[in-house]
């Protein structure tokens, strides 16, 4: 019996041993590997302190990875995961002449990131735009989803079952045509793409993108404020102030009318201040918008009165405030002031009272009368005040020269018949002279007498 008892104890030692013996691979079951990543299978044996391993693929291809075992484990490292990689590995591990083999399916798939999206620029109210979304690299591209929505309002949707498959990754994309509203100003635009493979388990399945719309629009409502107001008193400080609705931001610039109808750039700025206004500030202020984006430019204008009593009130005279007897002088009065003031001519009598003459800015006298001269006076008044001019008018007299030619003859006439031809003739030089202003003797004719 002594002998027999150590035997049975051999016996069950190994039969101890090798139900100890067994393999396991992590990750268990079937995995999916992206490409491009780097994966790991790990195939360790319990009950054996030196085991050997090997690894192979379905149909003996090629591994597409390294190996290295230490201990009880090996690992077969896939860096980086191709399309190789998707196949069935079994690793085998030997123990004491005892052989264990356990396999694993990988799957290989690419969706390494989430959806780009990319808007024509410029978005511009009203012009026709696109948005496009993009799923980079992504395989096997015929399972992917993808849809794009508005604020949670899908707008479209795509799949790509009815492509081919093809052993590559690929960018799949899709586009939307359309035409912005200012209702789509701030709205968030979101694309999402999905690949739903339930035999595989990775994740994530399911990736999104959004980004908020930005619309430019040209300047709207483009409206000015005056400060104090539009008839303004001169003197005072005049500030015009332009808004307007715009994106991007317009940009203000300040405009004037001139009297020619030619314009002038006063300044690039959303205020226009102008201290100490003069009546030459009066006229239309033009405030341009501009919008740089969609090369839109929005115009509003105002006119602006700067208002004043009469000054630099001018009397001129022609020909001048010397005039003879008999002949014309016209006297014109000139004075500045808004509103244009009112002219009115006035001369001071003798008896110190004024008589009133016209309301006419020019004032003329024909046939000028001795009684004519004296102190005119022109003044010119609006509501802000009056301001006068006066101007002395001297009237020079006609002298009056005696005739003594016709008496002369009278007598002479009595005297003899022979004197009336010279008589005749000194009539006639005695007419010359008064119309020549000259008269000399030499010049006479002589008489046939």
């Known amino acids: ?61 090629p591994l597409d990875g390294s190996v290295n075992s230490k201990s009880n484990c090996s690992i077969l490292t896939m860096d980086p995961v191709g399309f190789g990689n998707d196949n069935e590995y079994l690793c085998s591990a030997f123990c004491d002449n005892v052989k264990k083999e356990k396999s694993i399916k990988v799957d290989v798939y690419s969706f390494p990131s989430d959806p780009v999206i990319e ?57 939307l045509t359309f035409i912005p509203t200012f209702e789509d100003i701030g709205k968030a635009i979101t694309c999402v793409a999905e690949l739903p493979i339930d035999e595989m388990e990775f994740e994530p399945k399911k990736r999104q993108t959004s980004q908020r719309l930005s619309v430019n629009f040209g300047p709207q409502n483009t409206n000015i404020t005056v400060s104090p107001s539009n008839t303004i008193m001169q003197g005072e400080t005049l500030m015009l102030t332009c808004s307007t609705t715009s994106n991007p931001p317009a940009r203000i610039v300040w405009r004037k009318e001139l009297e020619d109808s030619s314009i002038q750039h006063i300044t690039d700025n959303d205020t226009l201040i102008i201290p100490h206004v003069q ?36 009397v ?52 000028v009368k001795a009684e004519d001269l004296g102190l005119y006076q022109c003044e010119g008044v609006n509501q802000f005040g009056r301001e006068k001019k006066t101007v002395h008018l001297i009237v020079q007299e006609m002298v009056k020269e005696k005739d003594y030619v016709i008496p002369v003859i009278v007598v002479l006439s009595f005297l003899s018949p022979m004197a009336i031809p010279a008589l005749a003739i000194l009539v006639y030089m005695s007419r010359k002279t008064k119309i020549n202003r000259s008269y000399s003797p030499v010049n006479a004719p002589k008489s046939n007498v």
């Open 1 to 61: 019996m002594g002998r027999i008892i150590p035997s049975v104890t051999v016996l069950l030692l190994v039969f101890v041993t090798s139900k100890a013996f067994e393999i396991e691979i992590t990750p268990e079951n079937n995995v999916a590997a992206q490409i491009g990543d780097k994966f790991e299978l790990t195939c360790c044996t319990i009950g054996c302190e030196s085991p050997s391993f090997s690894w192979r693929s379905q149909l003996d291809k």
């Open 119 to 175: 808007i024509s620029t410029p978005l511009n109210v009203g012009e026709n735009a696109s948005i496009t979304c993009m799923v980079p690299k992504v395989y096997p591209s015929e399972r992917l989803k993808m849809q794009l929505e508005k604020d949670g309002f899908v707008l479209k949707t795509k799949e790509f079952f009815e492509e081919e498959s093809t052993e590559t990754t690929e960018t799949k994309s899709l586009t």
């Open 279 to 314: 009546i030459s500030d009066s006229g239309m202020f033009v405030c341009e918008a501009i919008n740089d984006a969609t090369n839109k430019t929005e115009r509003t204008t105002v006119v602006i009165s700067v208002q004043d009593g009469p000054r630099n009130t001018t």
């Open 316 to 367: 001129s005279v022609t020909p001048s405030t010397t005039v003879k007897e008999g002949g014309a002088v016209t006297m014109t009065c000139t004075s500045s002031g808004n509103p244009a003031p009112k002219i009115s001519w006035t001369k001071h009598l003798t008896s110190g009272v004024s008589q009133f003459l016209s309301e006419d800015a020019t004032f003329t006298i024909n046939n």
